[in-house]
Nanobody, 125 residues
Framework: QVQLVESGGGLVQAGASLRLSCAAS????????MGWFRQAPGKEREFVAA????????VYTDSVKGRFTISIDNAKNTVYLQMNRLKPEDTGVYFC??????????????????WGQGTQVTVSS
């Protein structure tokens, strides 16, 4: 059974940086896509970024391009989300997700099979 465990969230001021980690276990991830999603209070969950495990191809939502970087450490089966120049609107619970990548639409949360428990990111103004 695939398990995903996020860490690295916290409370920071606007302009600060955080790095989220997602440790994956219980599967062979060479054909997986890994995504980060977030959910702000009272809002729907939204796509943030995704990466292909084998190709390291990346995709970002427009609002984080140039500020966030998704990466993979294959040896550690860990996906990272480096978040720089954080804004109050980045506040939310951040979830890591995984799916076997056979033509998956990476920005669609309903296509992912496995989810972590989430980690809270709060950015104060």
């Amino acid at each position: 059974q695939v398990q995903l465990v996020e860490s690295g969230g916290g409370l920071v001021q606007a302009g600060a940086s955080l790095r989220l980690s997602c440790a994956a276990s219980g599967g062979t991830f060479s054909r997986y896509a890994m995504g980060w999603f977030r959910q702000a209070p009272g809002k729907e969950r939204e796509f943030v970024a995704a990466i292909g495990y084998r190709t390291a191809t990346t995709v970002y939502t427009d609002s984080v391009k140039g500020r966030f970087t998704i990466s993979i450490d294959n040896a550690k089966n860990t996906v990272y989300l480096q978040m720089n120049r954080l804004k109050p609107e980045d506040t939310g619970v951040y979830f890591c997700a995984a799916v076997q990548d056979y033509g998956t639409r990476w920005s669609h949360d309903d296509e992912y099979d496995y989810w972590g428990q989430g980690t809270q990111v709060t950015v104060s103004s």
